[in-house]
């Protein structure tokens, strides 16, 4: 079955202060590894989708990298504006598979 | 350009009534979702509609239905409420991905 797992739960930044969000899978054949940004009161924005190992992908501050067993999220020089929950999703056919999420804080 | 619509924001019911969520895209994408999010849990899918006239159940279907009404439009019921299902509903719309989400509709069953 497929799994998806994001670390940490919760994380506490100060402005510019770079860091990185953990995203492990298992999957049999992975066919999409997407992410997304939610706002409070919000539905979830799409990101980026990565498709094989050694992809990345930038938008702005952020950008995403995959191997055979994990993406991650790096935030280059944060700003209180990049504060969300960022969640990944394994792609199976037509849908996908969410982790919890990581919601991050970025204090000014 | 809209994106996808929810209706209603938010709601109460009382356990036993019955109600039904409101999606509408405006993108002209095939496949609609409706996904349900819990605190510490992600996001679970309900049911989808790969295209106009097909729809499949998901994670976690029992207690709901859906309707493709066309494509533009997915409903969601929920035939007899429980508490168990008050959760925050979303909607979304993709090419082949749910790749565009709704805002919500915050629904509490009391």
């Known amino acids: 079955e497929d799994q998806v797992t994001q670390s940490p739960e919760a994380l506490r930044l100060q402005e510019g202060e770079s860091s990185s969000l953990n995203c492990s899978y298992t999957?049999?054949?992975?066919?999409?590894l997407f992410w997304y940004r939610q706002d409070p009161g919000k539905g979830p924005e799409f990101l980026f989708t990565?498709?094989?190992a050694g992809e990345e992908k930038e938008k702005e501050r952020l950008k995403a990298t995959l191997t055979k067993k994990e993406s991650f999220l790096h935030i280059t020089a944060p700003k209180p504006e990049d504060s969300a929950t960022y969640l990944c999703?394994?792609?199976?056919?037509?849908?996908?598979?969410f982790g919890a999420g990581t919601t991050v804080t970025v204090r000014a | 350009n809209a994106g996808v619509t929810q209706t209603p924001k938010f709601q109460v019911l009382k356990t036993g009534q019955s109600m039904t969520l409101q999606c509408a895209q405006d993108?002209?994408?095939?496949?609609m979702y409706w996904y349900r999010q819990d605190p510490g849990m992600g996001l679970r899918l309900i049911y989808y509609s790969a295209s106009e006239g097909t729809t499949d159940k998901g994670e976690v279907p029992n207690g709901y239905n859906v309707s493709r009404l066309n494509k533009r439009e997915f409903s969601l019921r929920l035939e007899s409420a429980a508490p168990s299902q008050t959760s925050v509903y979303f909607c979304?719309?993709?090419?082949?991905?749910?790749?565009?989400f709704g805002d919500g509709t915050r629904l509490s069953i009391l």
């Open positions: 999703a394994l792609s199976n056919d037509y849908k996908l598979s």
């Open positions: 993108m002209n994408h095939n496949s």
């Open positions: 999957v049999s054949g992975l066919r999409g």
């Open positions: 990565l498709y094989s």
């Open positions: 979304a719309s993709g090419s082949n991905q749910p790749q565009h």
